[in-house]
């Protein structure tokens, strides 16, 4: 297991940019796919961005692709997602995972604490 740690969220108007960092402990963060999920309020998690330990892959929802950037640091135990031109609908709490190259939850068995994103419009 891997222990994560977001940070960089934070209040931002819409058309505004953001970038989130993800920190993982351990020698083996390089050997997990990694990705984003986010959770707005009264609704169910949803995946947002993953990539592969390497980085050499990216996958994205639909609803944030061409605006979200998903890449690595591995030399840092570091992921990022860049966040442009955010929308209201953007607006949740962010967290960051560790496990596969995946959209899927169930692939991944650790979380980080997670980190608000409020868009205003």
């Known amino acids: 297991q891997v222990q994560l740690v977001e940070v960089g969220g934070g209040l931002v108007q819409a058309g505004g940019s953001l970038r989130l960092s993800c920190v993982g402990s351990?020698?083996?963060?390089?050997?997990?796919?990694m990705a984003w999920f986010r959770q707005a309020p009264g609704k169910e998690r949803e995946f947002v961005a993953t990539?592969?330990?390497?980085?050499?892959?990216?996958s994205y929802a639909d609803a944030v692709k061409g605006r979200f950037t998903i890449s690595r640091d591995n030399t840092k135990n570091t992921v990022y997602l860049q966040m442009n031109s955010l929308k209201p609908e953007d607006t949740a709490v962010y967290y960051c995972?560790?496990?596969?190259?995946?959209?899927?939850?169930?692939?991944?068995?650790?979380w980080g604490q997670g980190t608000q994103v409020t868009v205003s419009s």
């Open positions: 990539i592969s330990w390497s980085g050499g892959r990216t």
């Open positions: 351990g020698r083996t963060f390089s050997t997990y796919g």
């Open positions: 995972a560790a496990g596969t190259f995946s959209d899927s939850q169930d692939a991944f068995g650790s």
